[in-house]
């Protein structure tokens, strides 16, 4: 079985601090996702990256930046948190192929900033 | 562009019902379709996805879909209901890219 493993289940930050999400999947897939998740608003993509050191903009990438510097692992980095960002962030992985595969998720972190 | 519509974010059925769960997609091309299910606190599990091979999909806890093509639908059925199965669900499209598409989710209470 794809085990993606994030790093907190819960974590908690102050506004304008600097936060890493971290990402970790164990099947050697090429993709890995970024979303954050809202009530009523579904599941929304943050970046992608298709392989080591490429990422590609989701929908709504504003305020926030990705490290892939391994297969692995894949970070999400909030530069400066803000209150906004409060949230449900789910890491998926998926191999690259035309669109079959599914993705994998993460059991996701909840992130508060106060 | 490809789109996903779930019809209903809350459905409610008594325990031993039909389930029911509506997904109408859009997509220039044919599209790969996915059901996930997400428990409360935990990440989406995938239940069962649709690569053009078979129109009725069975997936995993005795959930299956069918695909229509004159419909542009992939509804998720369940003969009976378990309590088990209350949790979101969220149906999502693939045109052939790298990126999945998902609905606004439907939240499934079952009563006893």
């Known amino acids: 079985d794809v085990k993606v493993t994030q790093s907190s289940r819960y974590l908690v930050k102050r506004t304008g601090e600097k936060v890493f999400l971290e990402c970790v999947q164990d099947?050697?897939?090429?993709?890995m996702f970024w979303y954050r998740q809202d009530p009523g608003l579904g599941l929304r993509l943050i970046y992608f990256?298709?392989?080591?050191?490429?990422?590609e903009k989701g929908d709504i990438p504003e305020g926030y930046s990705v490290s892939r510097e391994k297969k692995e692992r894949f970070s999400l980095i909030l530069e400066s948190a803000s209150t906004n960002q409060t949230s449900m962030y789910l890491c998926?992985?998926?191999?690259?192929?035309?669109?079959?595969?599914?993705?994998?998720f993460g059991d996701g972190t909840r992130l508060s900033i106060l | 562009a490809q789109s996903v519509t779930q019809l209903g974010s809350h459905v409610s059925v008594s325990e031993g019902a039909l389930v029911l769960l509506r997904c109408n997609y859009s997509s220039s091309v044919p599209p790969y379709l996915f059901w996930y299910v997400q428990y409360p606190n935990q990440g989406l599990q995938l239940l069962l996805k649709?690569?053009?091979?078979?129109?009725l999909v069975k997936g995993i806890n005795g959930f299956e879909a069918e695909f229509k093509k004159s419909e542009t639908s992939f509804h998720l059925t369940k003969p009976s209901a378990h309590m088990s199965d209350a949790a979101e669900y969220f149906c999502?499209?693939?045109?052939?890219?790298?990126?999945?598409?998902f609905g606004g989710g439907t939240r499934l209470m079952v009563k006893p």
């Open positions: 990256s298709y392989d080591v050191k490429m990422k």
């Open positions: 999502a499209v693939n045109n052939a890219g790298n990126m999945l598409t």
């Open positions: 998926a992985s998926s191999l690259l192929t035309g669109g079959s595969q599914p993705q994998h």
């Open positions: 099947m050697d897939h090429e993709n």
């Open positions: 649709y690569t053009s091979a078979a129109t």
